[in-house]
Protein backbone atom coordinates (compact mmCIF):
# COMPACT_ATOMS: atom_id res chain seq x y z
CA UNK A 1 0.00 0.00 0.00
CA UNK A 2 1.54 3.23 -1.15
CA UNK A 3 1.91 5.59 2.11
CA UNK A 4 0.51 8.66 2.03
CA UNK A 5 -0.42 10.99 5.20
CA UNK A 6 -3.57 9.43 5.50
CA UNK A 7 -2.39 5.89 5.93
CA UNK A 8 0.75 6.99 8.05
CA UNK A 9 -1.32 8.94 10.41
CA UNK A 10 -3.75 5.60 10.69
CA UNK A 11 -0.69 3.74 10.97
CA UNK A 12 1.29 5.57 13.68
CA UNK A 13 -1.66 5.51 15.68
CA UNK A 14 -2.11 1.89 15.67
CA UNK A 15 1.14 0.99 15.88
CA UNK A 16 1.47 3.53 19.76
CA UNK A 17 -1.76 2.11 20.67
CA UNK A 18 -0.73 -1.45 20.35
CA UNK A 19 3.21 -0.63 22.21
CA UNK A 20 1.18 1.01 25.34
CA UNK A 21 -1.03 -2.24 25.46
CA UNK A 22 1.52 -4.54 24.83
CA UNK A 23 3.49 -2.81 27.18
CA UNK A 24 0.79 -3.69 29.85
CA UNK A 25 1.07 -0.08 31.69
CA UNK A 26 -1.33 2.51 31.34
CA UNK A 27 -0.25 6.16 29.47
CA UNK A 28 0.62 8.97 31.18
CA UNK A 29 -2.40 11.65 32.43
CA UNK A 30 -0.98 13.98 30.19
CA UNK A 31 -1.22 11.84 27.00
CA UNK A 32 -5.38 12.05 27.62
CA UNK A 33 -5.45 15.24 28.65
CA UNK A 34 -4.75 18.53 26.99
CA UNK A 35 -3.03 21.46 28.94
CA UNK A 36 -5.36 24.59 28.82
CA UNK A 37 -3.66 26.78 26.28
CA UNK A 38 -3.02 30.61 27.88
CA UNK A 39 -5.67 33.07 27.46
CA UNK A 40 -5.00 34.92 24.16
CA UNK A 41 -4.75 38.74 25.59
CA UNK A 42 -4.00 42.28 23.98
CA UNK A 43 -4.25 45.69 25.45
CA UNK A 44 -4.53 49.39 23.43
CA UNK A 45 -4.63 52.64 24.42
CA UNK A 46 -7.12 55.19 22.74
CA UNK A 47 -5.78 59.31 23.09
CA UNK A 48 -8.21 62.25 23.09
CA UNK A 49 -8.08 65.73 23.45
CA UNK A 50 -11.23 68.04 23.20
CA UNK A 51 -11.89 71.80 23.02
CA UNK A 52 -8.27 72.74 21.14
CA UNK A 53 -10.04 76.04 20.02
CA UNK A 54 -7.70 76.58 17.88
CA UNK A 55 -4.83 76.45 20.07
CA UNK A 56 -1.20 75.17 18.47
CA UNK A 57 1.31 76.90 20.18
CA UNK A 58 1.56 77.71 23.70
CA UNK A 59 1.07 81.22 22.92
CA UNK A 60 -1.80 83.86 23.83
CA UNK A 61 -2.70 86.32 21.28
CA UNK A 62 -4.07 88.70 23.21
CA UNK A 63 -1.43 89.77 25.15
CA UNK A 64 1.46 88.19 22.46
CA UNK A 65 3.22 86.53 25.57
CA UNK A 66 3.59 82.80 26.35
CA UNK A 67 0.47 81.72 27.65
CA UNK A 68 0.16 81.00 31.41
CA UNK A 69 -2.51 81.01 34.14
CA UNK A 70 -2.42 80.69 37.71
CA UNK A 71 -1.84 76.86 37.23
CA UNK A 72 1.16 77.07 34.83
CA UNK A 73 -1.17 74.98 33.00
CA UNK A 74 0.12 74.79 29.31
CA UNK A 75 -1.58 74.54 25.71
CA UNK A 76 -1.53 73.80 22.12
CA UNK A 77 -1.30 70.92 19.88
CA UNK A 78 2.86 70.94 19.78
CA UNK A 79 2.81 70.52 23.39
CA UNK A 80 -0.22 67.23 23.03
CA UNK A 81 2.22 65.95 20.13
CA UNK A 82 5.06 65.83 22.19
CA UNK A 83 3.11 63.69 24.35
CA UNK A 84 1.35 61.68 22.04
CA UNK A 85 5.05 60.78 20.76
CA UNK A 86 5.45 59.64 24.25
CA UNK A 87 2.41 57.22 24.68
CA UNK A 88 3.38 56.34 20.94
CA UNK A 89 6.65 54.73 21.73
CA UNK A 90 5.90 53.60 25.23
CA UNK A 91 2.83 51.72 23.59
CA UNK A 92 3.77 50.80 20.11
CA UNK A 93 2.23 53.41 18.04
CA UNK A 94 0.10 50.32 16.38
CA UNK A 95 -1.75 49.95 19.39
CA UNK A 96 -2.51 53.34 19.69
CA UNK A 97 -5.57 55.35 18.37
CA UNK A 98 -5.44 59.20 18.42
CA UNK A 99 -8.93 61.33 18.91
CA UNK A 100 -10.52 64.84 19.20
CA UNK A 101 -14.14 65.70 20.61
CA UNK A 102 -14.50 68.96 18.86
CA UNK A 103 -14.22 72.80 18.98
CA UNK A 104 -11.27 72.99 17.10
CA UNK A 105 -11.56 75.49 14.29
CA UNK A 106 -12.38 78.21 16.73
CA UNK A 107 -10.77 80.37 19.66
CA UNK A 108 -7.68 82.04 18.88
CA UNK A 109 -6.43 84.89 16.54
CA UNK A 110 -4.48 81.66 15.05
CA UNK A 111 -7.91 80.45 13.89
CA UNK A 112 -9.61 83.68 13.21
CA UNK A 113 -6.80 84.93 10.56
CA UNK A 114 -8.08 81.70 8.75
CA UNK A 115 -11.14 82.15 8.80
CA UNK A 116 -11.56 85.68 7.94
CA UNK A 117 -8.31 87.23 7.13
CA UNK A 118 -6.75 85.12 4.90
CA UNK A 119 -9.69 82.36 4.88
CA UNK A 120 -8.37 78.99 3.88
CA UNK A 121 -12.26 79.27 1.20
CA UNK A 122 -10.50 81.57 -1.17
CA UNK A 123 -8.85 79.99 -4.44
CA UNK A 124 -5.57 78.71 -3.71
CA UNK A 125 -6.14 79.13 -0.70
CA UNK A 126 -3.98 78.48 2.85
CA UNK A 127 -4.29 74.95 4.77
CA UNK A 128 -6.17 75.53 7.93
CA UNK A 129 -3.12 75.60 11.08
CA UNK A 130 -5.46 73.19 12.90
CA UNK A 131 -5.89 70.34 9.97
CA UNK A 132 -1.51 70.81 9.48
CA UNK A 133 -0.91 70.01 12.45
CA UNK A 134 -3.28 67.68 13.51
CA UNK A 135 -2.56 65.65 10.15
CA UNK A 136 1.03 66.02 11.14
CA UNK A 137 0.16 64.21 14.61
CA UNK A 138 -1.77 61.91 12.87
CA UNK A 139 -5.12 61.89 14.43
CA UNK A 140 -7.74 59.34 12.97
CA UNK A 141 -11.01 60.28 14.02
CA UNK A 142 -12.47 64.05 15.29
CA UNK A 143 -15.81 64.69 16.39
CA UNK A 144 -17.69 68.27 15.33
CA UNK A 145 -18.13 70.54 18.12
CA UNK A 146 -20.69 73.97 17.92
CA UNK A 147 -18.37 75.88 17.25
CA UNK A 148 -17.31 74.32 13.92
CA UNK A 149 -20.47 75.99 12.72
CA UNK A 150 -19.14 79.69 13.66
CA UNK A 151 -17.34 80.37 10.34
CA UNK A 152 -20.28 79.17 8.39
CA UNK A 153 -20.19 75.63 6.50
CA UNK A 154 -18.47 76.43 3.76
CA UNK A 155 -15.15 76.97 6.30
CA UNK A 156 -16.19 73.81 7.83
CA UNK A 157 -15.83 71.57 4.35
CA UNK A 158 -13.26 73.38 3.35
CA UNK A 159 -11.48 72.29 6.62
CA UNK A 160 -13.13 68.83 6.19
CA UNK A 161 -11.17 68.46 3.10
CA UNK A 162 -8.05 69.38 4.21
CA UNK A 163 -8.08 66.93 7.05
CA UNK A 164 -6.30 63.43 6.44
CA UNK A 165 -9.19 62.07 9.09
CA UNK A 166 -13.10 62.11 9.48
CA UNK A 167 -14.69 64.60 11.24
CA UNK A 168 -17.63 62.57 12.49
CA UNK A 169 -21.26 63.49 13.60
CA UNK A 170 -24.15 60.86 14.02
CA UNK A 171 -26.31 63.42 14.95
CA UNK A 172 -25.65 66.50 12.38
CA UNK A 173 -28.30 65.30 9.69
CA UNK A 174 -28.87 67.14 6.49
CA UNK A 175 -32.37 69.17 7.10
CA UNK A 176 -34.20 67.52 3.69
CA UNK A 177 -33.20 64.39 3.83
CA UNK A 178 -32.51 63.64 7.27
CA UNK A 179 -29.76 61.89 6.50
CA UNK A 180 -26.30 62.03 7.97
CA UNK A 181 -24.07 65.33 6.46
CA UNK A 182 -21.05 63.88 8.04
CA UNK A 183 -19.59 60.25 8.72
CA UNK A 184 -21.20 58.89 11.48
CA UNK A 185 -18.51 56.69 13.00
CA UNK A 186 -14.96 55.58 11.84
CA UNK A 187 -13.48 51.62 11.61
CA UNK A 188 -10.38 51.37 13.20
CA UNK A 189 -7.95 47.71 12.95
CA UNK A 190 -5.56 47.09 15.10
CA UNK A 191 -3.00 43.90 14.52
CA UNK A 192 -2.47 41.56 17.31
CA UNK A 193 0.51 39.26 18.05
CA UNK A 194 -2.63 36.38 17.93
CA UNK A 195 -3.90 37.07 14.33
CA UNK A 196 -6.66 38.58 14.74
CA UNK A 197 -7.47 41.56 14.72
CA UNK A 198 -9.56 44.06 16.75
CA UNK A 199 -11.69 46.27 15.13
CA UNK A 200 -12.37 49.76 17.41
CA UNK A 201 -15.59 51.75 15.90
CA UNK A 202 -15.53 55.65 17.03
CA UNK A 203 -19.04 57.38 17.17
CA UNK A 204 -19.17 60.75 16.84
CA UNK A 205 -21.60 62.71 18.31
CA UNK A 206 -22.27 66.74 18.39
CA UNK A 207 -24.28 69.22 20.02
CA UNK A 208 -27.72 69.68 19.73
CA UNK A 209 -27.72 73.59 20.59
CA UNK A 210 -25.69 74.27 17.47
CA UNK A 211 -29.27 74.82 15.73
CA UNK A 212 -29.67 77.76 18.49
CA UNK A 213 -26.57 78.92 18.36
CA UNK A 214 -25.45 79.59 14.55
CA UNK A 215 -29.12 79.35 13.12
CA UNK A 216 -28.43 81.45 10.77
CA UNK A 217 -25.47 79.27 9.58
CA UNK A 218 -27.78 75.27 10.01
CA UNK A 219 -31.20 76.85 9.69
CA UNK A 220 -32.85 75.28 6.39
CA UNK A 221 -29.20 73.45 6.42
CA UNK A 222 -28.65 70.75 8.95
CA UNK A 223 -30.75 69.23 12.03
CA UNK A 224 -29.37 68.25 15.08
CA UNK A 225 -31.34 65.53 17.15
CA UNK A 226 -30.71 64.37 20.56
CA UNK A 227 -27.12 62.49 21.71
CA UNK A 228 -28.72 59.24 23.17
CA UNK A 229 -31.18 58.78 20.11
CA UNK A 230 -28.83 58.71 17.86
CA UNK A 231 -26.63 56.84 20.02
CA UNK A 232 -29.28 54.37 20.64
CA UNK A 233 -29.47 54.05 16.79
CA UNK A 234 -26.27 53.45 15.45
CA UNK A 235 -24.08 51.32 18.44
CA UNK A 236 -25.92 48.32 17.83
CA UNK A 237 -24.88 48.80 14.19
CA UNK A 238 -21.82 49.30 15.28
CA UNK A 239 -21.58 45.69 16.83
CA UNK A 240 -23.46 44.03 14.15
CA UNK A 241 -20.52 45.15 11.90
CA UNK A 242 -17.92 43.50 13.95
CA UNK A 243 -16.79 46.06 16.34
CA UNK A 244 -15.24 44.61 19.06
CA UNK A 245 -14.59 47.78 20.92
CA UNK A 246 -17.21 51.66 20.60
CA UNK A 247 -15.91 54.36 21.98
CA UNK A 248 -17.94 57.55 21.78
CA UNK A 249 -16.57 61.20 21.31
CA UNK A 250 -18.97 63.67 22.08
CA UNK A 251 -19.03 67.35 22.28
CA UNK A 252 -21.77 66.89 25.19
CA UNK A 253 -20.49 67.53 28.91
CA UNK A 254 -21.54 64.80 31.47
CA UNK A 255 -23.17 66.60 33.77
CA UNK A 256 -27.15 65.55 31.86
CA UNK A 257 -27.87 69.59 32.54
CA UNK A 258 -28.05 72.70 29.86
CA UNK A 259 -26.95 76.25 30.19
CA UNK A 260 -30.07 77.32 27.91
CA UNK A 261 -33.13 76.87 30.00
CA UNK A 262 -36.03 75.82 27.52
CA UNK A 263 -34.26 76.84 24.47
CA UNK A 264 -32.48 73.58 23.79
CA UNK A 265 -34.73 71.13 22.36
CA UNK A 266 -32.69 68.23 23.61
CA UNK A 267 -30.01 67.96 26.58
CA UNK A 268 -26.55 69.86 26.13
CA UNK A 269 -24.79 68.13 28.50
CA UNK A 270 -25.48 64.64 27.67
CA UNK A 271 -22.49 62.49 27.49
CA UNK A 272 -23.51 60.93 31.31
CA UNK A 273 -26.75 60.04 29.76
CA UNK A 274 -25.68 58.49 26.74
CA UNK A 275 -23.49 56.27 28.57
CA UNK A 276 -26.16 55.15 30.86
CA UNK A 277 -28.82 54.69 28.86
CA UNK A 278 -27.39 53.10 25.28
CA UNK A 279 -25.68 49.19 26.06
CA UNK A 280 -22.40 48.74 24.04
CA UNK A 281 -20.19 51.84 24.52
CA UNK A 282 -16.97 50.82 26.41
CA UNK A 283 -15.89 54.19 26.79
CA UNK A 284 -16.55 58.02 26.08
CA UNK A 285 -14.53 60.99 25.28
CA UNK A 286 -16.11 64.06 26.60
CA UNK A 287 -16.48 67.49 25.28
CA UNK A 288 -17.78 70.97 25.52
CA UNK A 289 -18.08 71.77 28.70
CA UNK A 290 -14.09 72.88 29.72
CA UNK A 291 -14.02 70.76 32.34
CA UNK A 292 -11.30 68.21 33.57
CA UNK A 293 -12.63 64.62 34.13
CA UNK A 294 -10.02 61.90 34.33
CA UNK A 295 -11.97 59.01 35.08
CA UNK A 296 -15.43 59.05 35.62
CA UNK A 297 -17.13 55.39 35.98
CA UNK A 298 -21.44 55.77 34.85
CA UNK A 299 -23.32 52.13 34.89
CA UNK A 300 -25.51 51.15 31.97
CA UNK A 301 -29.12 50.31 33.43
CA UNK A 302 -29.64 47.55 30.88
CA UNK A 303 -26.22 45.49 31.25
CA UNK A 304 -24.66 46.78 34.54
CA UNK A 305 -21.72 47.40 33.10
CA UNK A 306 -19.53 50.24 33.91
CA UNK A 307 -18.95 52.76 31.08
CA UNK A 308 -15.42 54.74 31.08
CA UNK A 309 -15.75 58.84 30.87
CA UNK A 310 -12.89 60.86 30.41
CA UNK A 311 -12.73 64.86 29.67
CA UNK A 312 -9.48 66.25 28.97
CA UNK A 313 -8.69 69.96 30.03
CA UNK A 314 -9.36 72.29 27.09
CA UNK A 315 -6.86 73.75 24.88
CA UNK A 316 -4.23 71.39 24.37
CA UNK A 317 -3.92 71.53 28.21
CA UNK A 318 -4.28 67.44 28.70
CA UNK A 319 -4.42 64.40 27.15
CA UNK A 320 -6.77 61.62 27.97
CA UNK A 321 -5.42 58.12 28.09
CA UNK A 322 -8.16 55.17 27.77
CA UNK A 323 -6.07 51.88 28.55
CA UNK A 324 -8.11 48.75 27.11
CA UNK A 325 -7.35 45.27 27.77
CA UNK A 326 -8.94 42.64 25.75
CA UNK A 327 -9.45 39.01 26.12
CA UNK A 328 -10.62 36.68 23.44
CA UNK A 329 -13.21 34.52 24.32
CA UNK A 330 -15.73 32.35 22.64
CA UNK A 331 -14.15 33.34 18.73
CA UNK A 332 -13.86 37.24 19.96
CA UNK A 333 -12.13 39.76 21.44
CA UNK A 334 -14.12 41.30 24.50
CA UNK A 335 -13.51 44.00 26.79
CA UNK A 336 -11.89 42.75 30.26
CA UNK A 337 -11.13 46.13 31.63
CA UNK A 338 -10.75 49.95 31.05
CA UNK A 339 -9.17 52.69 32.46
CA UNK A 340 -8.72 56.14 32.06
CA UNK A 341 -6.20 59.13 32.97
CA UNK A 342 -5.01 62.35 31.41
CA UNK A 343 -1.52 63.65 31.02
CA UNK A 344 -0.45 67.09 31.45
CA UNK A 345 1.23 69.26 28.86
CA UNK A 346 3.03 71.48 31.08
CA UNK A 347 5.98 68.72 31.88
CA UNK A 348 6.76 68.39 28.04
CA UNK A 349 8.30 70.63 25.98
CA UNK A 350 6.61 71.98 22.49
CA UNK A 351 7.27 69.58 19.53
CA UNK A 352 9.54 71.06 17.28
CA UNK A 353 8.36 69.37 14.08
CA UNK A 354 4.73 70.98 14.79
CA UNK A 355 6.04 74.39 15.89
CA UNK A 356 8.04 73.96 12.80
CA UNK A 357 5.28 73.62 10.59
CA UNK A 358 3.26 76.09 11.40
CA UNK A 359 6.38 79.09 12.33
CA UNK A 360 5.10 81.14 9.10
CA UNK A 361 1.46 81.22 10.26
CA UNK A 362 2.25 82.53 13.56
CA UNK A 363 4.79 85.08 12.44
CA UNK A 364 1.73 86.05 10.31
CA UNK A 365 -0.69 86.56 13.16
CA UNK A 366 1.37 87.80 15.59
CA UNK A 367 2.07 90.58 13.27
CA UNK A 368 -1.60 90.84 12.18
CA UNK A 369 -2.90 91.00 16.33
CA UNK A 370 0.02 94.10 16.40
CA UNK A 371 -1.51 96.60 13.87
CA UNK A 372 -2.10 99.89 15.62
CA UNK A 373 -5.46 100.68 14.80
CA UNK A 374 -5.77 104.21 17.08
CA UNK A 375 -5.08 105.38 20.23
CA UNK A 376 -6.12 106.30 24.03
CA UNK A 377 -6.46 109.15 26.41
CA UNK A 378 -6.14 106.59 29.64
CA UNK A 379 -5.15 102.94 30.23
CA UNK A 380 -8.44 100.52 31.26
CA UNK A 381 -8.22 97.27 32.56
CA UNK A 382 -10.83 94.54 33.47
CA UNK A 383 -8.50 93.60 36.42
CA UNK A 384 -11.87 95.26 38.61
CA UNK A 385 -14.54 94.78 36.72
CA UNK A 386 -16.42 92.12 38.33
CA UNK A 387 -16.99 93.82 40.85
CA UNK A 388 -17.40 97.59 39.57
CA UNK A 389 -18.43 99.47 36.49
CA UNK A 390 -15.18 99.99 34.52
CA UNK A 391 -14.80 102.21 31.63
CA UNK A 392 -13.32 99.15 29.71
CA UNK A 393 -16.91 97.33 30.26
CA UNK A 394 -18.71 100.79 29.16
CA UNK A 395 -16.21 100.91 25.77
CA UNK A 396 -18.23 97.45 24.82
CA UNK A 397 -21.76 99.04 25.74
CA UNK A 398 -21.30 102.11 23.92
CA UNK A 399 -19.74 100.39 21.02
CA UNK A 400 -23.14 97.91 20.58
CA UNK A 401 -25.39 100.44 21.88
CA UNK A 402 -23.99 103.19 19.02
CA UNK A 403 -24.07 100.31 16.47
CA UNK A 404 -27.78 99.16 17.56
CA UNK A 405 -28.63 102.65 17.39
CA UNK A 406 -27.41 103.60 13.52
CA UNK A 407 -29.36 99.75 12.40
CA UNK A 408 -32.54 100.98 13.77
CA UNK A 409 -32.66 104.65 12.16
CA UNK A 410 -35.48 105.74 10.38
CA UNK A 411 -37.62 102.98 11.07
CA UNK A 412 -40.58 101.70 13.51
CA UNK A 413 -38.33 100.81 16.39
CA UNK A 414 -36.40 104.51 16.46
CA UNK A 415 -37.26 106.46 18.93
CA UNK A 416 -36.88 103.77 21.66
CA UNK A 417 -33.62 104.31 24.27
CA UNK A 418 -31.14 101.86 23.34
CA UNK A 419 -29.86 99.67 26.08
CA UNK A 420 -26.18 97.37 26.44
CA UNK A 421 -25.37 94.24 27.87
CA UNK A 422 -21.82 93.41 28.61
CA UNK A 423 -19.87 90.72 29.99
CA UNK A 424 -16.22 90.53 31.64
CA UNK A 425 -14.85 88.02 29.49
CA UNK A 426 -11.59 88.02 30.78
CA UNK A 427 -9.75 90.06 34.09
CA UNK A 428 -6.64 90.32 31.89
CA UNK A 429 -7.89 92.52 29.22
CA UNK A 430 -6.47 95.67 28.75
CA UNK A 431 -6.51 99.06 26.67
CA UNK A 432 -2.95 101.09 27.14
CA UNK A 433 -2.55 104.20 27.43
CA UNK A 434 -1.12 105.32 23.42
CA UNK A 435 -1.52 103.37 21.06
CA UNK A 436 -4.39 101.10 20.86
CA UNK A 437 -3.58 97.20 18.96
CA UNK A 438 -5.99 94.61 17.14
CA UNK A 439 -5.13 92.48 19.76
CA UNK A 440 -6.02 95.51 22.75
CA UNK A 441 -9.17 95.87 21.45
CA UNK A 442 -9.87 91.99 20.54
CA UNK A 443 -8.78 90.86 23.97
CA UNK A 444 -11.91 91.89 25.07
CA UNK A 445 -14.07 89.95 23.16
CA UNK A 446 -12.50 86.53 22.82
CA UNK A 447 -15.25 84.92 21.27
CA UNK A 448 -16.93 85.00 17.90
CA UNK A 449 -20.07 86.47 19.18
CA UNK A 450 -22.21 88.34 16.84
CA UNK A 451 -25.14 91.22 17.62
CA UNK A 452 -28.56 91.85 17.78
CA UNK A 453 -31.69 94.14 18.69
CA UNK A 454 -34.11 92.40 21.67
CA UNK A 455 -37.21 94.33 22.73
CA UNK A 456 -37.90 94.27 26.51
CA UNK A 457 -40.14 95.68 28.75
CA UNK A 458 -39.00 97.58 32.32
CA UNK A 459 -40.23 94.70 34.51
CA UNK A 460 -38.88 92.37 31.89
CA UNK A 461 -35.05 94.21 32.37
CA UNK A 462 -35.22 93.81 36.33
CA UNK A 463 -35.73 90.50 36.46
CA UNK A 464 -32.93 89.90 33.83
CA UNK A 465 -30.78 92.07 36.41
CA UNK A 466 -32.22 90.17 39.16
CA UNK A 467 -30.96 86.90 37.40
CA UNK A 468 -27.56 88.76 36.48
CA UNK A 469 -27.29 89.61 40.09
CA UNK A 470 -27.12 85.97 41.69
CA UNK A 471 -23.05 85.96 40.19
CA UNK A 472 -22.32 87.78 43.63
CA UNK A 473 -22.32 85.85 46.66
CA UNK A 474 -24.43 86.71 49.36
CA UNK A 475 -22.40 89.08 51.84
CA UNK A 476 -24.02 90.76 55.15
CA UNK A 477 -24.03 94.14 56.08
CA UNK A 478 -20.43 95.07 58.11
CA UNK A 479 -18.69 91.41 57.36
CA UNK A 480 -15.46 92.02 55.33
CA UNK A 481 -15.16 91.67 51.74
CA UNK A 482 -12.72 89.49 49.84
CA UNK A 483 -12.59 90.08 45.95
CA UNK A 484 -12.07 86.78 45.69
CA UNK A 485 -14.79 85.22 47.07
CA UNK A 486 -17.27 87.66 46.19
CA UNK A 487 -18.03 86.83 42.53
CA UNK A 488 -18.90 82.79 40.72
CA UNK A 489 -21.45 81.95 43.51
CA UNK A 490 -22.73 78.10 42.47
CA UNK A 491 -20.31 77.96 39.51
CA UNK A 492 -21.65 81.21 37.55
CA UNK A 493 -18.79 82.20 35.07
CA UNK A 494 -17.78 85.45 34.57
CA UNK A 495 -18.93 85.46 31.28
CA UNK A 496 -22.57 84.83 32.90
CA UNK A 497 -22.79 88.20 34.36
CA UNK A 498 -24.20 91.10 32.59
CA UNK A 499 -23.72 94.85 33.52
CA UNK A 500 -26.24 96.50 31.49
CA UNK A 501 -25.15 100.06 30.04
CA UNK A 502 -28.39 102.93 30.52
CA UNK A 503 -29.67 102.28 33.82
CA UNK A 504 -28.70 102.97 36.75
CA UNK A 505 -29.08 100.33 39.89
CA UNK A 506 -27.29 98.78 42.94
CA UNK A 507 -27.05 95.72 43.67
CA UNK A 508 -27.15 94.71 47.29
CA UNK A 509 -25.10 91.61 48.37
CA UNK A 510 -26.35 91.83 51.67
CA UNK A 511 -29.96 90.30 50.21
CA UNK A 512 -30.41 87.17 48.93
CA UNK A 513 -30.87 86.10 45.28
CA UNK A 514 -33.49 87.44 43.33
CA UNK A 515 -34.43 90.41 45.28
CA UNK A 516 -31.10 92.87 44.80
CA UNK A 517 -31.64 94.64 42.38
CA UNK A 518 -32.15 98.27 44.13
CA UNK A 519 -33.07 102.09 43.04
CA UNK A 520 -33.57 100.84 39.22
CA UNK A 521 -34.41 104.13 37.40
CA UNK A 522 -33.77 105.38 34.04
CA UNK A 523 -33.03 109.00 33.30
CA UNK A 524 -33.22 109.89 36.98
CA UNK A 525 -36.70 108.46 37.59
CA UNK A 526 -37.87 104.54 38.68
CA UNK A 527 -37.72 102.42 36.28
CA UNK A 528 -41.65 101.86 34.57
CA UNK A 529 -42.18 98.74 34.22
CA UNK A 530 -44.62 98.98 30.84
CA UNK A 531 -41.93 100.97 29.43
CA UNK A 532 -40.36 99.62 26.31
CA UNK A 533 -36.61 99.31 25.67
CA UNK A 534 -34.21 97.92 22.81
CA UNK A 535 -31.39 95.92 24.13
CA UNK A 536 -28.16 95.21 21.98
CA UNK A 537 -27.31 92.03 23.34
CA UNK A 538 -24.87 89.38 22.01
CA UNK A 539 -26.04 86.11 20.21
CA UNK A 540 -24.60 83.95 22.41
CA UNK A 541 -27.29 85.72 25.26
CA UNK A 542 -29.95 86.22 22.89
CA UNK A 543 -30.14 82.61 22.07
CA UNK A 544 -30.47 81.37 25.42
CA UNK A 545 -27.02 81.33 26.70
CA UNK A 546 -27.06 81.13 30.60
CA UNK A 547 -30.93 81.33 30.58
CA UNK A 548 -31.34 84.53 31.32
CA UNK A 549 -35.28 85.31 31.33
CA UNK A 550 -37.27 86.78 28.42
CA UNK A 551 -34.50 88.06 26.05
CA UNK A 552 -34.48 84.68 24.34
CA UNK A 553 -38.05 85.26 23.50
CA UNK A 554 -38.03 88.38 22.74
CA UNK A 555 -38.72 89.87 19.33
CA UNK A 556 -35.73 90.12 17.16
CA UNK A 557 -35.52 93.95 15.73
CA UNK A 558 -32.09 93.66 14.42
CA UNK A 559 -29.20 91.25 13.83
CA UNK A 560 -26.02 90.94 11.80
CA UNK A 561 -23.30 88.55 11.35
CA UNK A 562 -20.34 90.31 12.08
CA UNK A 563 -18.01 89.63 14.91
CA UNK A 564 -18.39 92.41 17.85
CA UNK A 565 -14.52 92.55 18.31
CA UNK A 566 -14.62 93.60 14.81
CA UNK A 567 -17.17 95.72 15.27
CA UNK A 568 -15.13 97.43 18.48
CA UNK A 569 -12.13 97.25 16.15
CA UNK A 570 -13.54 99.45 13.49
CA UNK A 571 -15.24 101.64 15.85
CA UNK A 572 -11.81 102.55 17.52
CA UNK A 573 -10.22 102.90 13.67
CA UNK A 574 -13.41 105.28 12.91
CA UNK A 575 -12.64 107.28 15.87
CA UNK A 576 -9.04 107.24 15.43
CA UNK A 577 -8.51 108.15 19.71
CA UNK A 578 -10.28 106.74 22.78
CA UNK A 579 -11.35 108.76 25.49
CA UNK A 580 -13.18 107.31 28.30
CA UNK A 581 -14.09 111.15 29.68
CA UNK A 582 -16.96 110.68 27.11
CA UNK A 583 -18.36 107.75 27.49
CA UNK A 584 -17.40 106.31 31.01
CA UNK A 585 -20.19 106.67 33.87
CA UNK A 586 -21.12 104.63 36.97
CA UNK A 587 -24.53 103.32 36.02
CA UNK A 588 -23.99 100.34 38.55
CA UNK A 589 -22.50 99.54 42.22
CA UNK A 590 -22.50 97.05 44.76
CA UNK A 591 -24.03 98.02 48.03
CA UNK A 592 -25.01 96.52 51.56
CA UNK A 593 -28.24 98.21 53.14
CA UNK A 594 -27.56 101.27 51.06
CA UNK A 595 -23.89 101.52 52.02
CA UNK A 596 -21.69 101.15 48.62
CA UNK A 597 -19.08 98.16 49.27
CA UNK A 598 -16.35 99.86 46.65
Known amino acids: MPLNRRTFLESSVAVGAGAALTAGVAAPAEAHERRPKPARRYSFTVMGTTDLHGNVFNWDYFTDKEFDDKAHNDVGLAKISTLVDQVRA ?15 IQGTQLSYYYAKVDPITKAGGPVHPM ?28 FEEQCDFPLLGANALDA ?13 RLRTPHGKDVRVAVLGLTNPGIAIWDKANVSGKMVFPGLEEQAAKWVPKLRSMGADVVVVSAHSGSSGTSSYGDQLPHIENAAGLVAEQVPGIDAILVGHAHTEIPEYRVRNKETGKDVVLSEPLKWGQRLTLFDFDLVWEKGRWVVEKVGAQVLNSNT ?3 DPKIAGLLADEHTKVVAYV ?16 PWKDEPIIDLINVVQAETVKAALAGGAYAGLPVLSQASCFSRTARIPAGRITIKDAAGLYPFENT ?13 YLEYSARYYVRTPAGAPVDTAKLTNADGTPDYNYDAVSGLTYEIDIAKPAGARIVNLSFEGKP ?9 AVNNYRASGGGAFPHV ?3 PQLWANSDEIRNTIIQWVQAKGTVDPALFASVDWKLTRDGVPVF
Open 370 to 385: NQVIGTSTAAMTTADA
Open 90 to 104: AKGRRNTLLIDAGDT
Open 176 to 188: KTLRPAFPPYSMH
Open 552 to 554: ANA
Open 451 to 463: MEARLLTGAQLRE
Open 348 to 350: VAE
Open 527 to 535: LDPAAQFVL
Open 131 to 158: AQAMNAIGYDAAALGNHEFNYGIPVLRK
